[in-house]
């Protein structure tokens, strides 16, 4: 067997279960009933055939020597909120994942970083800030990559959300369900899959509306002017063409529009007036976000032993919309602004696997895309004298600007068993990025895999890393065009982002001892040359990307298992320091004291946790009256983020833990499920964001106390 270390969450959430990847050789057939197809006649032949082309099409993407976090759609189901809770919520459970604001999170103390992939092929990034593209329901299986990554993954490096969606194969039927609970939460939803032929599908679909839509920005349980409607809508569909070949498509679609919560109390300082008029409570603004996402991808599969190829077509539109409480921001900052971007995305990706006798398989791929960025803002200022006073009523400054960036990756690697217990996966990547800017990178990848026996698998790695900036968040509105006016920074130098290029270094072991207890450790030290951050600086709620000349990031994260009988545990823990110096890119979005500062001193980047920490557990009632119960808890812990202090992001906020509660029942007979929920039990009240740090807009606070009742049928 060849080893690799892949922690997996089953089967409630068990972060440390090792497991050996398969050899280099045929998928074997699977074997299956044929009443699971729906079709009575070749089912069996199809299932068969179904489940070789998912495994061999999971085969083509490798984990050797990366750290893999797995969970699926039945863990997903145990925790608190089950698929009726926010994707990024779900990933919180995992080790290492530190809570951010407006749904933000972050994967090893990096910014952003994360590639989604559907089915193996990339999902192209989009504008979304506080949406969720991704619903849970779509979700077979995902798992969370990182640590020094194989050569096969590139341009986001931090993480990898691979996402293996339902189809349908197993099953002809779907669902409908209704939950809801505090916070005005109303979200009804529905699934359905099946199989015609040689046909699967599935499909999902839901709405949510809630009076919490955004974290509160003064810790109230029901914040003012935070109300958010949501649609989602994913469709996959795939067809058996023969034993070796297979066609699908997966597409989705979100609709997210939100109020921008208010503060209370607040009035303007008096420093601008429009028409005389120098007052404004704080409770009435009207800020608005409207976020859309429609994506598709088309693949074919052929699976021939010693080949093995998936070929894709991709494409992604979003746009982001923020619409400004013109005469409330004008009084509150001197300015306001529309803002209207947009982002198309076409491309193509293909990747191989070759098995090269019982010692090698290569791997290879190639990918191309093309990216088409546009925004329009309206900017709403005040002229000022040479002082910066005030010297008449508001103009318009009308800004517009596109920009096409063209991506070419491709990638060759080699996993080499050269000894029983020892593999090699080592190989190279090169990216070539051209937008703002034009640059590009060969990526040398090397890992080491030893697994001595079945109990132990143990891994040292090294990734040279290309992170381009992410081209649909650059800023764009003209610093000049500005100039005379009250929205004109007192930094006017704004140079265009870096890629990141860095040097990654991890190392871990993954021990189980018996049957029921898994436990691990890994380490990571990474060093960057224009470390790639974020901040969020004006009004829009859009991120604007920036460079920190140096970066030095590491850490190191434990994590155990323990599941036995209806008992399943699972604790993780992390500590990492991330730190920068010299910021060199955006500048005109930062003051001059806080760029002279960093220009000679590390600072902690704004989104540093020193400890971070989740865990739970579940209990499933197999006998008894209560058969079919389940009960369980989770919980986040976190250290604390960055804020200012004596020095930029010099201090941080207090320490938290949110505990949630889960308990359900499936009532046979009407085949039902009922679910109960309890969202941060003790009505802790924390700050994830106080809003002082290089790069934070607003402060945002954790959820309050929710309770939340849900129902689910099942139809067939």
């Known amino acids: 067997m060849r080893p690799a270390l892949i922690v997996s969450l089953l089967p409630f959430l068990a972060p440390s279960i090792a497991r050996a990847q398969d050899a280099p050789a045929p998928v074997p057939p699977v074997t299956a009933p044929a009443?699971?197809?729906?079709?009575?006649?070749?089912?069996?032949?199809?299932?068969?055939t179904g489940q070789r082309l998912d495994a061999a099409r999971a085969h083509i993407q490798p984990s050797l020597g990366a750290t893999s976090y797995e969970m699926t759609s039945a863990t997903i189901q145990a925790l608190p909120g089950g698929e009726n809770q926010q994707f990024n919520q779900i990933l919180l459970q995992l080790p290492g994942v530190v809570q951010d604001g407006f749904g933000q999170f972050h994967v090893r103390d990096d910014h952003n970083g994360l590639q989604y992939r559907i089915n193996g092929t990339i999902l192209p990034e989009g504008l979304a800030v506080f949406?969720?593209?991704?619903?849970?329901?779509?979700?077979?299986?995902?798992?969370?990559?990182?640590?020094?990554?194989?050569?096969?993954?590139?341009?986001?490096?931090?993480?990898?959300?691979?996402?293996t969606t339902k189809s349908g194969l197993f099953q002809n039927g779907g669902t409908v369900s209704l939950y809801g609970g505090s916070?005005?939460?109303?979200?009804?939803?529905?699934?359905?899959?099946?199989?015609?032929?040689?046909?699967?599908?599935?499909v999902s679909g839901d709405y949510r509306h809630d009076a919490l839509g955004i974290e509160s920005v003064d810790g109230r349980s029901n914040p003012?002017?935070?109300?958010?409607?949501?649609?989602?809508?994913?469709?996959?569909?795939?067809?058996?063409?023969?034993?070796?070949?297979?066609?699908?498509?997966?597409?989705?679609?979100?609709?997210?529009?939100?109020?921008?919560?208010?503060?209370?109390?607040?009035?303007?300082?008096?420093?601008?007036?429009?028409?005389?008029?120098?007052?404004?409570?704080?409770?009435?603004?009207?800020?608005?976000?409207?976020?859309?996402?429609g994506f598709g991808q088309l693949s074919i599969l052929h699976d021939a032993e010693p080949l093995t190829v998936q070929a894709s077509v991709f494409g992604r539109y979003s746009s982001l919309r923020y619409r400004p409480d013109v005469l409330g921001e004008l009084l509150f900052n001197g300015q306001a602004q529309a803002a209207l971007k947009q982002d198309f995305t076409l491309g193509a990706q293909t990747d191989a696997v070759y098995h090269l006798g019982s010692a090698h398989t290569l791997r290879?791929?190639?990918?191309?895309?093309?990216?088409?960025?546009?925004?329009?803002?309206?900017?709403?200022?005040?002229?000022?004298?040479?002082?910066?006073?005030?010297?008449?009523?508001?103009?318009?400054?009308?800004?517009?600007?596109?920009?096409?960036?063209?991506?070419?990756?491709?990638?060759?690697?080699?996993?080499?068993?050269?000894?029983?217990?020892?593999?090699l996966n080592y190989g190279a990547r090169y990216d070539h990025y051209a937008g703002y800017r034009t640059e590009n990178q060969l990526s040398p990848r090397a890992n080491l895999v030893w697994q001595p026996d079945a109990r132990f698998t143990g891994h040292i790695g090294y990734a040279r890393y290309f992170v381009p900036p992410p081209f649909e968040n650059v800023a764009v509105t003209s610093v000049a065009s500005l100039a005379g006016t009250s929205a004109y920074p007192a930094v006017t130098t704004d140079t265009t982002p870096f890629a990141?290029?860095?040097?990654?270094?991890?190392?871990?072991?993954?021990?189980?001892?018996?049957?029921?207890?898994?436990?691990?450790?890994?380490?990571?030290y990474r060093i960057s040359k224009n470390l790639i951050d974020e901040g969020q600086f004006g009004a829009p709620i859009i991120l604007t990307p920036f460079n920190y000349a140096q970066g030095r990031i590491g850490g190191i994260e434990a994590n155990a298992s323990y599941a036995r009988g209806p008992?399943?545990?699972?604790?993780?823990?992390?500590?990492?320091?991330?730190?920068?110096?010299?910021?060199?890119?955006?500048?005109?979005?930062?003051?001059?004291?806080?760029?002279?500062?960093i220009a000679d001193h590390y600072i902690y980047l704004d989104h540093d946790q020193s400890y971070t920490g989740s865990g739970g557990l579940s209990y499933a009632m197999r006998t008894g009256a209560l058969a079919g119960t389940k009960l369980g808890g989770s919980l986040l812990y976190g250290s604390g983020l960055r804020t200012d202090g004596a020095v930029p992001n010099g201090a941080k906020l207090s320490p938290y833990a949110q505990v949630n509660l889960t308990a359900s029942h499936h009532f046979a007979a009407p085949n039902v499920d009922v679910r109960f929920d309890v969202i941060n039990v003790a009505d802790h009240k924390y700050e994830i964001r106080d809003g002082g740090g290089v790069g934070v807009g607003a402060p945002q606070y954790g959820p309050r106390r929710g309770v939340f009742f849900g129902v689910s049928k099942a139809f067939g």
Do not use: C, M
């Not at 329901?137 to 959300?161: C, F, H, M, N, W």
């Not at 021990?511 to 890994?522: F, M, V």
């Not at 320091?577 to 001059?592: E, L, M, N, T």
């Open 35 to 48: 009443a699971q197809t729906g079709d009575a006649g070749a089912g069996t032949d199809i299932v068969v």
């Open 131 to 163: 949406g969720q593209t991704l619903s849970p329901r779509l979700v077979d299986k995902l798992e969370l990559l990182t640590g020094a990554l194989p050569a096969q993954y590139g341009l986001r490096s931090a993480g990898i959300i691979d996402i």
């Open 183 to 202: 916070h005005d939460t109303i979200e009804p939803s529905f699934t359905y899959g099946g199989s015609t032929g040689r046909t699967n599908y599935f």
């Open 224 to 293: 003012v002017h935070d109300d958010t409607d949501q649609y989602q809508g994913f469709a996959y569909v795939d067809h058996i063409l023969n034993d070796n070949n297979r066609i699908s498509f997966v597409g989705g679609y979100s609709n997210q529009w939100f109020q921008i919560p208010n503060p209370v109390g607040a009035q303007p300082d008096g420093t601008w007036s429009v028409g005389g008029r120098t007052a404004f409570p704080s409770e009435a603004l009207d800020e608005r976000q409207l976020e859309r996402t």
């Open 364 to 423: 290879g791929g190639l990918l191309a895309s093309r990216d088409r960025s546009t925004s329009a803002t309206q900017t709403n200022v005040f002229p000022v004298d040479d002082d910066g006073a005030q010297a008449g009523e508001p103009i318009v400054i009308a800004d517009r600007a596109a920009k096409t960036a063209v991506t070419l990756s491709g990638y060759l690697q080699d996993e080499w068993a050269f000894a029983r217990t020892l593999t």
């Open 500 to 524: 990141e290029r860095q040097h990654y270094f991890d190392a871990g072991f993954q021990i189980k001892p018996d049957a029921h207890l898994t436990w691990g450790i890994d380490a990571y």
């Open 567 to 597: 008992w399943s545990v699972y604790a993780n823990f992390a500590a990492a320091k991330a730190k920068g110096r010299d910021i060199v890119s955006s500048q005109f979005s930062f003051g001059a004291d806080d760029l002279a500062y």
